[in-house]
């Protein structure tokens, strides 16, 4: 392997990837990013008119368990005690979400005790008399039964994924908590946050280090073949594009931001408000100031930034966020991999790279492992 490293994309996978290679084997590595920024889907940057820090690519909330990821990113951030919790509307009313003893009371207008909603529940899900669950709406109705899985995640996930939810990964729905107590935490993780000085001061000290270049505003195509014949290349973009989609196109869902500033002080009093029906076509609406209660100024002003978010169709040159993990579309990436391992000097990373719906912990983890093993090819 030569050690001439070359890093297509400067996303959290990159920019780790970046990082080890620079302070920890001291070698050049050179990111070339098609982006104007750094950062990939992680970034942020302060809305010039209010000050408020705004996640460009939608909301982005730090949670880990892993206590390996945890230690190597609390090196280039603090992260502050934000703690994530959603609400959702349905039928003109807002519940909690994820699904916990408040949302199963206001939906059934009941007042049980979590022992009485496990009963309760038990028998909703008895009478669904599903096995062995093989797919997304399975697996959901032998978890929660059917009246909230139809209120709360059929058509959320129907306009989310554009398909319905038989047919889809029942991993998908695993990602979500359900709960019989009033825990109403989106995340279960020991660690979690926003970073205090935002997502792109991250980045920055990430990769501000004498041994990386960034080159902005480069896509891989513009370069490829200026690199070293030797070089290697860690390509954290499409895979079915650098293979010049030899064997069709990998399906992705992709998404649609609208931008408001509002004038009022508090949009809707939380991060994240989900809509669960069908006759809004947006999926949520995420008001960025509540991720910082801490920074006082914004509170004090009669305006705030808001941000609803479409999904949409992907299609080549439109940004992909969520790869279809299905078992024909997961075939199909194997079959791409093993090309890049066949015919170029090329390692995948990334949510991209990987065909892998990865959270920023995961991602972290991914690349360092992929890292350690590269290390020990290179020094032994
Ligand atoms: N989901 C849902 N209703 C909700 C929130 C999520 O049905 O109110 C389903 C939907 O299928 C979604 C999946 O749960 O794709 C995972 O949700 P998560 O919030 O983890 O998605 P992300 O934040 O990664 O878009």
Known sequence: MSAKFFIIGAGLWGAVMAERLASQLHLPVTIFEKRAHIGGNCHSQLDPETGIECHIYGSHIFHTSLPEVWHYITQFTEFTNYRHTVLTKHNGKIYSMPIN???????YNRNFTPEEAKE?????IAEAKIAAPQNLEEQAISLIGRPLYEAFIKNYTQKQWACAPKDLPKEIITRLPFRTSYNCNYFTDTWQGVPKDGYFNLFKRLLDHPNITIELNTSYAKIKDQLPKDATVIYTGLVDELCNYQYGPLAWRSLEFSWETVNVCDYQGTAVLNYADLDVSYTRIHEFKHYHPERIEPFNLAKSVICREYPANFSPGLEA????????NNLLYERYAEECAKTQQIILGGRLGKYKYFD??????DALNTFNALQKEIVG
């Open 101 to 107: 003893l408040a949302t199963i009371n206001a939906l």
């Open 120 to 124: 309760f529940l038990q028998r909703e």
């Open 321 to 328: 966020y969520y790869p279809v993990n299905n078992a024909q």
């Open 360 to 365: 920023m912990d995961k991602t972290i983890a």
